[in-house]
């Protein structure tokens, strides 16, 4: 099965395109071909909204015009993966010229969705609309790879534990102040030197520089067992900290917490006083609904409590994977790891 994977430049979009292709790979094989969806100057978000609605009658002048984008240079896909704003319009526009299945990861706004084929959405709330399927965040993480995580259920077991954590920075509708990052890193500390585990921590796009050096004299001070300055080693470079017994997240994430997971970890998610409602937020309460993941105050966290949470939480037992996967299947006429399992059997 050929696919077209859109890419807008946010890695945090385009791993949920791939994660989507990736479990469509599980059930056929695939050939995943990508194009870098960069709208041009003038295209912004509600010049396209406009765009659609009234004019877009010519699918192939658009995708041009918007996007720079010469359909006649494109090997016609059997299915269309997009994710993040800038994908809707260009993924109803190449459905149009190609009449092929559109799939989007996340939930859409302001356009009219009838030739949006699946919405994989991660609240469970927005799972009633039409077209839509709630499915745990897709990414890139591969359980199958990973070894299985240490059982972490009483205080002796956190000695020479290995945890991971995960740190963003300020996104939309969410804000750390310096407290909550002087929290973080006596969180750290306390932790390690009250219960024997084993620190490796990364640092993101996002997290602020004097954070990354709070962490770096950590780390200078051998405090931590693995420091991964994202300054330095570039995206992608904290893959190996899923094999971790326990992942922990600063809570502007919703992929990383969606990513800790799918590796089949215990999570938990640190978060700020300083959070806006919004869809993110019900994502989140839906992740935390379940025995795998729990949420805490960053500014106000202490060593205990977060022991006694994470001793409390377990790792998932079923593959996130899954149902992104029964989501797809009928839409492309495939059959369901599982349900292909159950009939070889």
Same mark, same amino acid.
């Given at each position: 099965m050929k696919l077209l994977v859109l890419r807008d430049k946010k890695p945090g979009h385009f791993h949920q395109a791939e994660g989507v292709a990736l479990a469509i790979g599980r059930m056929t094989p695939v050939d995943i071909r990508r194009i870098d969806i960069r709208p041009s100057w003038f295209a912004h978000d509600d010049i396209r909204k406009i765009i659609m609605r009234r004019y877009a009658r010519d699918p192939a002048y658009w995708l041009k015009a918007m996007y720079r984008i010469d359909v006649a240079a494109l090997e016609r896909p059997d299915a269309l993966v997009g994710s993040g704003r800038p994908t809707i319009s260009a993924g109803i526009l190449l459905k149009r010229v190609f009449g092929v299945p559109f799939?989007?990861? +996340?939930?859409?706004?302001?356009?009219?969705?009838r030739e949006v084929d699946l919405q994989i959405v991660a609240s469970p709330r927005s799972a009633g609309n039409p077209r839509s399927a709630y499915a745990l965040i897709p990414n890139t993480v591969n359980p199958d790879l990973l070894p299985p995580p240490r059982r972490l259920a009483a205080p002796e077991d956190l000695r020479g534990a290995e945890l991971a954590l995960l740190i963003g920075g300020t996104a939309y509708r969410k804000e750390f102040p310096a407290n909550e990052w002087a929290s973080l890193v006596r969180l750290v500390g306390e932790v390690a030197d009250r219960y024997g585990v084993r620190w490796r921590v990364s640092t993101s796009r996002r997290t602020p520089d004097d954070v990354g050096d709070m962490f770096?004299?950590?780390?200078?001070? +051998?405090?931590?067992?693995e420091f991964i300055d994202f300054r330095r080693a570039g995206s992608g470079s904290a893959g190996n900290l899923y094999r971790a017994d326990a992942i922990v997240v600063t809570e502007d994430s919703m992929s990383m917490l969606a990513e800790g997971l799918t590796a089949k970890r215990p999570v938990i998610g640190l978060r700020s006083a300083v959070v806006h409602d919004g869809y993110a937020n019900e994502a989140i309460a839906a992740m935390a609904a379940g025995p795998n993941l729990g949420i805490l105050p960053l500014g106000t966290v202490t060593a205990e409590q977060f022991a006694q949470t994470l001793l409390r939480l377990v790792p998932p037992t079923t593959d996130a994977r899954d149902a992104i996967a029964r989501a797809v299947a009928p839409i492309l006429g495939l059959v369901p790891p599982a349900q292909a399992a159950q009939i070889a059997s």
């Open positions: 799939l989007y990861s +996340g939930q859409i706004g302001g356009y009219d969705t770096a004299a950590l780390d200078a001070a +051998g405090k931590l067992a």
